[in-house]
């Protein structure tokens, strides 16, 4: 009888392990280039455009296209990472949000920042915003500013 258990719980295991087994993925910069493209035309009728490359629970891999400055937010439980591949920016941190909302699902967002700190990023730049930090990008009337962007739930 003991040995039968050890047989189930192994096979268990076995199988659990097989399912949960983590693999690596990589987003080939023509790949990222090529979908960036796409975007720019999505983002020049609305102000922004975005897609994700990967979701994996704790965090999400993205891309992020902007042709117009984007409202203030501050996320409740995420960590935002920006690598900026294109474009130049004005990030707003800190401060108060001017007009908050409050979403479900713990995001606040608003006009804009009042007594934020003004923070130019350009091409190369990463950038780090924790959560609970009110931010807002600034882009300048007829350029473009793309990032790659990674979620991090805390």
Avoid: N
């Avoid at 076995?14 to 080939?28: D, H, L, N």
């Avoid at 296209?65 to 690598?83: L, N, T």
């Avoid at 949000?97 to 990023?121: S, W």
């Avoid at 959560?131 to 882009?139: F, K």
């Amino acid at each position: 009888m003991k040995l039968i258990w050890i047989a189930i719980i192994a096979s268990v295991a076995t199988g659990a392990f097989a399912q949960s087994q983590p693999r690596a993925e990589v987003f080939p910069s023509a790949q990222i280039h090529d979908q960036l493209e796409g975007l720019v035309k999505q983002a020049e009728s609305s102000g922004s455009s975005g897609a994700t490359l990967g979701e994996y629970g704790t965090h999400a891999v993205k891309i992020s296209e902007r042709a117009a400055s984007g409202g203030a937010e501050m996320h409740a439980h995420f960590v935002d990472i920006f690598y900026v591949t294109a474009g130049r920016a004005t990030l707003i941190t800190g401060g108060q949000i001017v007009d908050p909302r409050k979403g479900d699902d713990g995001e606040t967002t608003g006009t804009g920042i009042l007594d934020g700190k003004a923070h130019p990023i350009g091409v190369g730049d990463v950038v780090h915003i924790p959560a609970g930090v009110p931010h807002q990008l600034l882009v300048a009337p007829g350029s473009h500013y793309s990032a790659v962007v990674i979620k991090v739930k805390e």
